[in-house]
């Protein structure tokens, strides 16, 4: 498993966001994490990615705990947060080359990847800008490199897409299938069902802060009743729960 997360749980004050919650991911695999507003797919992903330390429960990325190896769990990972912000007071290419120094890449591999993602998405004419006047739509963007930029072998995202127009979804969407078909486990949290489709082959649905379905995309099309839609299963599954 690349992603190895057992019986995570995390309160804040009185408030559950997770009760016991494992997240599997083999390696090469890619998941997408469902659930409503306040399931707790935000707060597991910050646990995975190393910011946020469960009550109890263990992570282990890619053979690394978490805890007993944070640095070299960490090397491996990307995380692009919900409404990130890179450095607002850096241009683009400044933060790209920024987040790469601090990875300690080599500097050519560096410069050919930052050259590569300026290009691919789209941010060439803003390589010089600062990121505070850009749209968030190229803000996103620059997230998005900034999460990519070292190849991780281990991808976290919450809503990738946000912001971003239909070509530039199309864009990011192709480059992410590649990198899952090069060997990058990616795990997706999206409340957009046609996304999660296009991205992800197994599917983790939570609510409450535990899981309440977990299978392959195909098995979950599969449960549809009547001619449902997948999202009008995903809603069923979780008014059943």
Known sequence: MCIDASDLKKNYGIVTALDGLSVKVPCGAAMALIGPNGAGKTTTLRILAGLLRPDSGSVVIDGFDMYKEPMKAKAVLGYLPEDASPFLTLTVRENMEYIGALRRMDRAILMDKVNYLLDELELREYENSQVARLSRGNRQKVAIALAVLHDPKVLLMDEPLNYL??????????????????????????????????????VLIINRGHAIWSGSMTDLAGLSKNDERIEEVVARLMSDE
Request: aromatic share 0%; hydrophobic share 40%; glycine share 2%.
């Open 165 to 202: 127009d239909i070509p530039t979804q199309e864009r990011v969407i192709k480059m992410l299938k590649v990198m899952n078909s090069r060997g990058t486990t990616i795990l997706v949290s999206t409340h957009i069902m046609s996304i999660a489709q296009r991205l992800a082959d197994q």
